[in-house]
C-alpha cells in the first residue's frame, strides 16, 4: 500500500521510473503524486502478470516513456488488473513511436472511474491517452465511466487505439456515461482507432459507447471514430 506520496524525477533504464510492481504483487495507491517520471516503458508505474493495482485520488504529470515500440508513458500494464478511481493523468509521453501516451495495456482488465485523461500524447505512436491491445487468443478489456478524454494526441487513435492483433484475439473497449472531445489524431481515429489483423476474421476488436460524448475530435479525414 502507497500511503499519500510525492513521487518525482525517478528515472529507470527498463520500466517503471517511479514504481515496479512485480508478478503476482497487490498494490494500492491513494492521494498520491507522480510527476516527471521516466523509464524505457511505464514513465512512472509498471504493472507485470497477474498484479492487481487500485489507484485512488491520484495524478500523474509530465511522465515519459522512451522506447519506441513500446510505451506508456503513465502506466505500462501487461496481464493484470488495474482500477483507477477519481484520478487525473495529464501531459504524459510516449515518446519514439511508442503507443500509449497515457496508458498502455495489454491482455489486461482495466476500469477508469470518474478520471480525467488530458493532454497526453503519443508523439510518433498511437492511443494518445490509452492504447489496448491483445496478442493472444485471450481478452483485453478497457471500460471507462463518468470519465473525461480530452486534448490527446497520436499519429492514430487521438484518444483511443483498441487493437485484436492475433487469430482468436479480443481487445474490448466498453464507455459509459463518458466525454471524449477535442482529441486529435495525424492519421485516423481522431477520438478512437478500432482495429484488428486483416488476415484473420477469427478475432475481435470492439467498441461500446452508451449515454456518453464523442464529439469535436480531429483528423485529416474528419470522422471522431475510425
Same mark, same amino acid.
Do not use: K, W
Given at each position: 500500500?502507497?500511503?499519500?506520496?510525492?513521487?518525482? !524525477?525517478?528515472?529507470?533504464?527498463?520500466?517503471? /521510473?517511479?514504481?515496479?510492481?512485480?508478478? =503476482?504483487?497487490?498494490?494500492?495507491?491513494?492521494? +498520491?503524486?507522480?510527476t516527471?517520471?521516466?523509464? *524505457?516503458? #511505464? /514513465?512512472?508505474? &509498471? %504493472?507485470?502478470?497477474?498484479? %492487481?493495482?487500485?489507484?485512488?485520488?491520484?495524478?500523474? @504529470?509530465? $511522465? %515519459?516513456?522512451?522506447?519506441?515500440? =513500446?510505451?506508456?508513458?503513465?502506466i505500462?500494464?501487461? *496481464?493484470?488488473?488495474?482500477?483507477?478511481?477519481?484520478?487525473?493523468? $495529464? $501531459?504524459?509521453?510516449? *515518446?519514439?513511436? /511508442?503507443?500509449? #501516451?497515457?496508458?498502455?495495456?495489454?491482455?489486461?482488465?482495466?476500469?477508469i %472511474?470518474?478520471?480525467?485523461?488530458?493532454?497526453?500524447?503519443?508523439?510518433? #505512436?498511437?492511443?494518445?491517452?490509452?492504447?489496448?491491445?491483445?496478442?493472444?487468443?485471450?481478452?483485453?478489456?478497457?471500460?471507462?465511466?463518468?470519465? @473525461?478524454?480530452?486534448? =490527446?494526441?497520436?499519429?492514430?487513435?487521438?484518444?483511443?487505439? $483498441?487493437?485484436?492483433?492475433?487469430? #482468436?484475439a479480443?481487445?474490448?473497449?466498453?464507455?459509459?456515461?463518458?466525454?471524449?472531445?477535442?482529441?486529435?489524431?495525424? +492519421?485516423?481515429?481522431?477520438?478512437?482507432?478500432?482495429? !484488428?489483423?486483416? +488476415?484473420?476474421?477469427?478475432? &475481435?476488436?470492439?467498441?461500446?459507447?452508451?449515454? +456518453?460524448?464523442?464529439? !469535436?475530435?480531429?483528423?485529416?479525414?474528419?470522422?471522431?471514430?475510425?
Amino acid at each position: 500500500r502507497t500511503q499519500p506520496s510525492s513521487l518525482s !524525477g525517478y528515472s529507470s533504464v527498463g520500466s517503471g /521510473g517511479a514504481i515496479y510492481n512485480d508478478l =503476482n504483487r497487490t498494490l494500492q495507491i491513494t492521494a +498520491s503524486q507522480f510527476t516527471s517520471n521516466s523509464a *524505457d516503458y #511505464g /514513465g512512472a508505474l &509498471t %504493472i507485470t502478470p497477474s498484479g %492487481i493495482v487500485t489507484i485512488t485520488d491520484s495524478i500523474f @504529470t509530465g $511522465n %515519459i516513456a522512451t522506447q519506441s515500440g =513500446n510505451g506508456g508513458g503513465a502506466i505500462h500494464i501487461t *496481464d493484470s488488473s488495474l482500477t483507477l478511481l477519481e484520478s487525473v493523468l $495529464n $501531459n504524459n509521453v510516449a *515518446d519514439n513511436a /511508442g503507443e500509449g #501516451g497515457a496508458i498502455r495495456a495489454m491482455e489486461s482488465t482495466v476500469a477508469i %472511474i470518474d478520471s480525467t485523461l488530458a493532454g497526453n500524447l503519443a508523439a510518433r #505512436g498511437v492511443g494518445g491517452a490509452i492504447y489496448n491491445i491483445e496478442e493472444d487468443d485471450n481478452l483485453s478489456a478497457i471500460t471507462l465511466v463518468n470519465s @473525461t478524454l480530452s486534448a =490527446n494526441r497520436a499519429v492514430s487513435g487521438g484518444a483511443i487505439y $483498441n487493437f485484436a492483433n492475433f487469430d #482468436g484475439a479480443e481487445a474490448r473497449v466498453n464507455i459509459r456515461s463518458s466525454t471524449i472531445v477535442s482529441n486529435s489524431a495525424n +492519421s485516423r481515429g481522431g477520438g478512437i482507432y478500432n482495429t !484488428g489483423i486483416v +488476415s484473420s476474421s477469427n478475432q &475481435t476488436a470492439q467498441v461500446e459507447l452508451s449515454n +456518453s460524448i464523442l464529439a !469535436g475530435n480531429s483528423e485529416p479525414g474528419g470522422p471522431d471514430c475510425f
